[in-house]
């Protein structure tokens, strides 16, 4: 089994958790773009059984259409924004089929990413100039003009607390570098390679997977180099992969745009040159992108209790979190909830830090309306030496503090925020 390396996604430190690996039959549902025809937006299920070594796809169903559809991710309300091939980004309620548009500011929209905080899309040409799209409001996007070694570009993809970039026409042979979205420098790393044009953050590793044509790259953030590269150019099928994502258990699932998903399982070695198993079952005609499952832009779920997670430690999505300027385990985790208030305001605030913080890993339904909150957490927390709890009595005024801050976290955790999650949601069990 893969060791799973640190990731910055939203959390400062956290592990992907590899429970359940073992499971050698599963099914997954991938939300997919069509570069033409009629219904461009859709949903297909692959099924995979380890066994017998097989991947196959359920027929397609129509979710939605725009008057383009390029680039496809999910934003924080659970709404699918769209690339409209042109200077257009679309917002389709989902599930529905009604959409909103607006500009992107002047540049052509293909690809579409969600930034880490979740407030606004990234998008650019296919090779074309940058823009950024805000989200609350949706509303029209602004150019952002780039200087360095590549003034234009394809994708942008988050991993390692940095950013990083694809240039390249749709047949790939691109560049990929490190850009700086703060002040538009871009630096690139490789030129000319046969494997840059989509990428996307692999959860279960926290590297970054680079692919075009019949080529997948494995890219580490932190020794920015390439640990591995799977060449797929032994397959019976014509392949020219362009979006994919990866689950965070060691599959990626890759759009080829002759039609076929690549679908890899590297869940052994951790390695995307040496799988278990490689795959590319044909889906559609004119099959374009996929959006992300995992990381910034995956499809959102229903927040839980941090009575859910004290009792429910497999479904864990990282192994380890950052509480104020500390790293603790899942075991030490688990061991601060299961622990009596006995008014400590410190570790009431703590369960419910510690909720978030996994609710928001699992992209629950609005979890960038609450990160403000879990800043102010982690920095009240790290004005403290040592480890949690801190035994900060309630009716003190710092513990005042921690107790309206604990009171945000758990709105969130209880679903208050998530007007999509109707269901009733299960109440905090230790205060």
Same mark, same amino acid.
């Given at each position: 089994?893969?060791?799973?390396?640190?990731?910055?996604?939203?959390?400062?430190?956290?592990?992907?958790?590899?429970?359940?690996?073992?499971?050698?039959?599963?099914?997954?549902?991938?939300?997919?773009?069509?570069?033409?025809?009629?219904?461009?937006?859709?949903?297909?299920?692959?099924?995979?059984? *380890? !066994?017998?070594? @097989?991947?196959? %796809?359920?027929?397609?169903?129509?979710? &939605? +259409?725009?008057?383009?559809? =390029?680039?496809? $991710?999910?934003?924080?309300?659970?709404?699918?924004?769209?690339?409209?091939?042109?200077?257009?980004?679309?917002?389709?309620?989902?599930?529905?089929?009604?959409?909103?548009?607006?500009?992107?500011?002047?540049?052509?929209?293909?690809?579409?990413?969600?930034?880490?905080?979740?407030?606004?899309?990234?998008?650019?040409?296919?090779?074309?100039?940058?823009?950024?799209?805000?989200?609350?409001?949706?509303?029209?996007?602004?150019?952002?003009?780039?200087?360095?070694?590549?003034?234009?570009?394809?994708?942008?993809?988050?991993?390692?607390?940095?950013?990083?970039?694809?240039?390249?026409?749709?047949?790939?042979?691109?560049?990929?570098?490190?850009?700086?979205? *703060? !002040?538009?420098? @871009?630096?690139? %790393?490789?030129?000319?390679?046969?494997? &840059? +044009?989509?990428?996307?953050? =692999?959860?279960? $590793?926290?590297?970054?997977?680079?692919?075009?044509?019949?080529?997948?790259?494995?890219?580490?953030?932190?020794?920015?180099?390439?640990?591995?590269?799977?060449?797929?150019?032994?397959?019976?099928?014509?392949?020219?992969?362009?979006?994919?994502?990866?689950?965070?258990?060691?599959?990626?699932?890759?759009?080829?745009?002759?039609?076929?998903?690549?679908?890899?399982?590297?869940?052994?070695?951790?390695?995307?040159?040496?799988?278990?198993?490689?795959?590319?079952?044909?889906?559609?005609?004119?099959?374009?992108?996929?959006?992300?499952?995992?990381?910034?832009?995956?499809?959102?779920?229903?927040?839980?209790?941090?009575?859910?997670?004290?009792?429910?430690?497999?479904?864990?999505?990282?192994?380890? %979190?950052?509480?104020?300027?500390?790293?603790?385990?899942?075991?030490?985790?688990?061991?601060?909830?299961?622990?009596?208030?006995?008014?400590?305001?410190?570790?009431?605030?703590?369960?419910?830090?510690?909720?978030?913080?996994?609710?928001?890993?699992?992209?629950?339904?609005?979890?960038?309306?609450?990160?403000?909150?879990?800043?102010?957490?982690?920095?009240?927390?790290?004005?403290?030496?040592?480890?949690?709890?801190?035994?900060?009595?309630?009716?003190?005024?710092?513990?005042?503090?921690?107790?309206?801050?604990?009171?945000?976290?758990?709105?969130?955790?209880?679903?208050?925020?998530?007007?999509?999650?109707?269901?009733?949601?299960?109440?905090?069990?230790?205060?």
């Amino acid at each position: 089994m893969a060791t799973a390396r640190i990731l910055t996604h939203v959390l400062a430190a956290a592990v992907v958790s590899t429970a359940g690996l073992s499971a050698q039959v599963f099914t997954k549902t991938l939300t997919f773009s069509r570069f033409a025809d009629f219904p461009n937006i859709k949903e297909v299920t692959l099924t995979y059984d *380890a !066994t017998l070594g @097989t991947a196959t %796809l359920s027929t397609p169903t129509w979710i &939605a +259409h725009t008057p383009g559809a =390029d680039g496809v $991710t999910f934003a924080p309300d659970g709404d699918l924004i769209v690339g409209g091939q042109g200077n257009a980004v679309y917002k389709v309620d989902y599930p529905g089929f009604t959409y909103t548009g607006v500009t992107a500011g002047g540049v052509n929209s293909f690809h579409v990413m969600l930034d880490p905080r979740g407030d606004r899309i990234w998008t650019a040409g296919n090779l074309g100039e940058l823009a950024s799209v805000p989200l609350n409001p949706f509303a029209n996007g602004t150019p952002r003009p780039l200087t360095g070694d590549d003034q234009l570009v394809t994708h942008v993809v988050f991993a390692g607390g940095q950013a990083w970039y694809t240039a390249s026409l749709p047949t790939g042979n691109g560049n990929f570098g490190r850009i700086d979205l *703060a !002040t538009g420098v @871009t630096t690139r %790393l490789f030129s000319d390679v046969r494997w &840059a +044009h989509g990428a996307c953050l =692999d959860c279960y $590793t926290g590297d970054v997977m680079v692919f075009a044509n019949d080529r997948v790259a494995q890219f580490d953030p932190t020794t920015q180099t390439i640990v591995s590269e799977l060449d797929l150019s032994s397959l019976s099928m014509l392949i020219n992969m362009d979006q994919g994502t990866s689950d965070g258990l060691g599959h990626l699932y890759i759009a080829s745009n002759t039609g076929y998903i690549v679908f890899v399982d590297f869940t052994i070695t951790g390695q995307v040159g040496t799988p278990n198993f490689v795959d590319a079952p044909f889906c559609d005609a004119f099959l374009d992108d996929i959006a992300p499952d995992c990381g910034p832009g995956g499809r959102p779920v229903c927040p839980h209790s941090q009575g859910y997670w004290k009792t429910h430690g497999v479904r864990w999505p990282v192994d380890s %979190l950052q509480l104020g300027c500390q790293g603790y385990t899942k075991a030490e985790c688990l061991a601060l909830i299961a622990m009596p208030v006995r008014g400590d305001a410190s570790l009431a605030l703590v369960k419910q830090l510690i909720a978030a913080k996994l609710n928001v890993a699992s992209n629950a339904y609005e979890w960038s309306s609450i990160l403000p909150a879990i800043d102010q957490a982690d920095a009240l927390l790290c004005s403290f030496v040592g480890r949690l709890p801190f035994g900060v009595s309630s009716s003190s005024a710092t513990g005042r503090v921690m107790t309206r801050l604990g009171q945000q976290l758990e709105s969130f955790n209880l679903g208050a925020m998530s007007p999509q999650c109707r269901s009733a949601p299960s109440i905090s069990t230790d205060r």
